[in-house]
């Protein structure tokens, strides 16, 4: 067997980002190499366009409150890949993902296996050699073909539906809600977060499509009632991330009795729980990873029911293939102006600024409040300089370049 060394694990494993693969052999055979650690406790399997960060580790808090040692597999990372895999907030250690990566190397290679799915595998093969009780494990993309849903968990979320993915996921909510539903199970409770009526109905519907296709008779079905927030103590800040700790109960409730918390330790738990890139105040600064309109949506409203000294002003980087015309101009409504840059880890997905000028020019108002710098180093910097409040947000790459750069991480 080849030994690697972290980096050059991580050197091996990361040009496998830019390649995503739907379905779940080349997963299910990496784990069956491993002895299949994923079948060995109970699983919270989070899906949802937007929330499911959040949702994942409000569960994960409020079980390690009531005493279970609880992993926590989220993506993606924003400066460390150890991010991705945590055990009672410890994340996994450098010699863990080389021992993992060069142990499954011939496989990898053998079945030209993608990042995710290789990680996925090291995520549930770290939490048994660590001895997790209880997991949360946060969907990758979409959710039915996702490499995650290899589990048989013991309760289902799905957060939001919102526009995003949608080269592979499908061009309209209803479609993407499909493919998220996606990850229901024979006599495991299907928890529903999202508010909209209409798509709780495409929810419903796709996840007893799901059950019926594993032959597995009715499925247990629990949507949150719309209007529900959680109203206890909260460590997140802004009305979504009520509603999204109200789902989080919601799922905690739907385990079985052994490892339900009660209300005082989930309370406990979602006091203490803090998500970087989340509304993430340090200092002047605010950090965002807000990737989509509706991800953006909510952070408007955030800032408007924050009380930010002002100005306000953003470092902005979106990604090329995002809906950043509709975000640009959500955010402009609520900031002073800003900067608009190129973060230095989006590679190939990065915008055109000079495509995003002419939209400027195109839009009087907000082409008067933004500028555009293309270095990232020199717009922090641009921004450091300047008064009040400083947002930055765009991506989960942006915030993440933004920490490393400003040694915040």
Known sequence: MTTLGYQDALDFLFP?????????DTTRALLAALGDPHRLCPIIHVAGTNGKGSVSTLAARALGAAGWKVGLYTSPHLVSFRERIEVDQVPISESAVAMWTSRLMPL????????????????????????????????????RLDSTNVVEPAVSVVTRIAR????????TLEAIAREKAGIAKPGVPFVIGESNPALVTVLREAARAAVR???GGAADVRVVPPGYRWDGPLGLEGGHQRRNAGVAYA????????????????????????????????????FDVAHNPDGMTALTAAIRESRLQRPIRAVVSILGDKEWPEMLALLDGVVDGGILTIAPTTAGRRWELAEVAGWLREHPGPGRRWELESDFPTALKRAQQMPGTIVVTGSFHTVGDALSQLGLS
Do not use: C, N
Not at 16 to 24: E, H, M, Y
Not at 254 to 279: C, D, K, W
């Open 16 to 24: 496998r980002v830019t390649t995503i693969k739907f379905g779940l």
């Open 213 to 215: 296709a594993r032959r």
């Open 108 to 143: 990898i290679q053998e079945r030209q296996a993608t990042f995710f799915e290789v990680t996925t595998a090291m995520a549930f093969a770290d939490f048994a050699a660590r001895g997790a009780e209880v997991v949360v494990a946060e969907v990758g993309l979409g959710g």
């Open 164 to 171: 995003d993915h949608m080269k592979y996921l499908g061009d």
């Open 251 to 286: 799922a905690l409730m739907a385990l079985p009795e052994p490892y339900r918390p009660t209300r005082l330790q989930v309370e406990e738990g979602f006091s203490q729980t803090r998500v970087p890139g989340r509304f993430d105040r340090r200092g002047r600064w605010l």
